[in-house]
Each structure stands twice: as C-alpha cells, then as structure tokens.
C-alpha cells in the first residue's frame, strides 16, 4: 500500500470513531450514570399530606390536548431511534367539589413555533375558560409549554387571585425567554421549602433539576385513585419505565438542565412504580400515555366548564 493511501486511511478510521464517540456522548447514551442515588420520595408522607386539608377530593381529572408535535424517539430517549413520535403539550383539570385546579397551561401558536406545533385552538379556549374559573392553577415548570397560556393570557389580572407559582418559577422566567406580565409585577409567589398541600388531596412536590422551579403535582381523588404529575422529568413514560434521560446535546447543552438531578428522580420514580404499579404517573408529553390514561378511566378528555 502506497504510504499516502496508508496515511489517508489511517486519517478516515480516526476520523469514523471520532465521529461515533461523538455520536455516542451527545446523542447515543441516555443511561443514568452508574453512581446514581435514587431521590428521596416518601409516598406514605405524600398521602398524609394530600389529607392534610378537610373536604371532598377529586371527583375526576380532565385533560385538554392544546398542542401537538413530534419529536423522533431519540429526543426522549438517548441512544433510541430517529422515527418521529407524536407529543403534545396538555393542561389538566382536577374538577373538586366545589374547587378546580389547573395544571399547566401549554403555550400558543407564537411560542410553540420553534417546535412546529400544531395548536387545538378549541382545546386552548376551553383551556383559557376553564383558568377563569380556576380556584388554583399551578405549572410543573416555567419552560414555554407549561407556563405559556399564563404569560400569554390576555386578563392575567382575572386570574392573579389563582395562581400558586413559586419562587423559582418566576425568577427562571427571563433564562427561558419569558417575559412575567407587568400588571402581576406585585404578584407573590408561594414558597415552600418540600410539600405543600393545596387542596384536599391535591399536594405540590419540589423537584428542582429540569428547571431551578419544577415541581411534581399529587392528585388522589375520592375514588382513590392515585396519579403524579411529574412535569418534564420525562417527557415519555418510556423514560419512567427505563430509567433512562434525554440525551445530554439536549439536557446538558441545549436546556441547561441539571441532569444527575433529572436521572435520579427518573431512578426514584422508576422504583415508585414497581412499588405502586396502581398509581398513574403522568409523563410531560407522551401521547400514547395520555390517550391510555383516558381509555383506563384515570382521566377524561376536554375540561368541564
Ligand atoms: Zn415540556
């Protein structure tokens, strides 16, 4: 073999594995690092506290589909495959005696646009509607797709009296491109520093790390049935299932997230529901999850006005 031929192929081969590893680090590997310590969860201290509060619990949950996209499977999943896979942002509607609670909001069309989102304009105005009459609404987390249909909302004095945002929700605003309401510049967020019951049975979970604000959202309803809403700690079930975290070209590098914090709450959730395979936990965008959800009984599609 000719020397040049021997050096251009050396330099290919160099080049090919470069390019794999690199592959591998920013794309390929979703896996937990190996000296992973689960997060503490206390599920019996989260039930005491859902009953902390006198009165009737949950009646039902709904669900609005308010925007749809897709992602490929990888995004999700590092290492997984590149077939795209429908998701979508929701908003949800704990319906209580007397009282709603609104979890997350989605975004409109102008801030779902970098993503191609396809928005249900119905689904956002019963969404819209259904916030007007809220007791409380609360957000996972203060990215664009939680948080926006409350930045975006066209009265955000109308819903002031609502609203339990916490601190770090308002302060992270800025670092995700958000900008708070001026007529709520006196508004004051509710601090707690692990739990907070916000209803009867409805109790907010701190769990920084895919934000400095997200946070986990427990509902047992009358019936007993047992659901946590765990924002984008995973944005699939399939995340819940493995244990497995996006890849780090997005978590590390395109959302800043904190992600040893991420894997050990998927590690802890993972743990959570082979303990309690009956309690339904909520994924931030996983369609096929949802629709499952609503064919099983555990929620019921659009809000009850
Ligand atoms: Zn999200």
Known sequence: MPRWLRIALTIVVV???????????????GNPPGNLQPSRFDIEAVRAKAD???????????????ARFDFPAVASV????????????????????TDTVIIDTAFPA?????????????????????MADATQIVVTHEHSDHIGGIVAYTD????????????EQLA????????????????????YSDMLSIAPGVVLIRAPGHTPGSQMVYVKREDGRELLFIGDIGWTLRNVETGKGRPRLLSQFMLNEDRDAVFAQLAMLKALREAAPDLVIVPGHDVAAIDALIASGAM?????M
Do not use: C, H
């Open 78 to 97: 590092g290492g997984d495959g590149w077939a795209m896979v429908p998701m979508a942002a929701f908003s949800y509607q704990v319906v209580l005696p």
């Open 52 to 66: 902390e509060l006198p009165g009737g619990k949950a009646s039902e949950v709904r669900v609005e589909t308010v």
């Open 156 to 167: 955000p004095v109308g819903i002031a009296r609502a609203l339990r945002l916490n601190p």
């Open 15 to 29: 080049l090919l594995i470069a390019a794999a590893g690199a592959y591998y680090w920013y794309i390929g590997d």
């Open 300 to 304: 019921s599609a659009q809000f009850r």
């Open 110 to 130: 102008a801030m779902g646009a970098s993503l191609g989102a396809r928005i249900d304009d119905d689904a956002y105005a019963r969404m819209e509607m259904a």
């Open 172 to 191: 992270s605003l800025p670092r995700y491109g958000l900008t708070w309401p001026s007529q709520l510049s006196d508004y004051a967020p509710i601090d």
